[in-house]
């Protein structure tokens, strides 16, 4: 029978991203000034890391960071630790070293 330490390996499906973010909800302007989380901001995008994908992902890889709106989002723990489930279309940018010096825009 199994004990309570043994871990089951999770495999992420089709086109999720499982993502961990460092957001306490505070912020820092660029002046220095200290933004409380409860300040009234209009919509604004988060920054994540990736920890995981699964296999029909195609934009991002394990430890890019990847940039969505926190309001498309579902919260998940994890052995302990909070993460946040997304859809591959849910991101709006990838940020990686592998990524060329270009924007992606094409006029």
């Not at 630790?81 to 592998?98: F, G, K, Q, S, T």
């Amino acid at each position: 029978m199994p004990g309570r330490d043994d871990k089951l390996p999770i495999k992420m499906l089709n086109d999720r991203v499982l993502v961990s973010t460092t957001d306490d909800g505070e912020r820092t302007s660029s002046g220095g000034i200290l933004i409380p989380a409860t300040a009234q901001m209009a919509k604004r995008l988060v920054w994540a890391t990736v920890v995981a994908h699964g296999q029909n992902v195609r934009t991002c890889e394990i430890g890019d960071k990847v940039l969505f709106s926190p309001d498309d989002r579902y919260e998940v723990e994890v052995q302990g630790d909070d993460y946040i489930m997304l859809r591959e279309r849910e991101l709006h940018a990838v940020a990686a070293e592998r990524i060329e010096a270009s924007t992606g825009l094409y006029l």
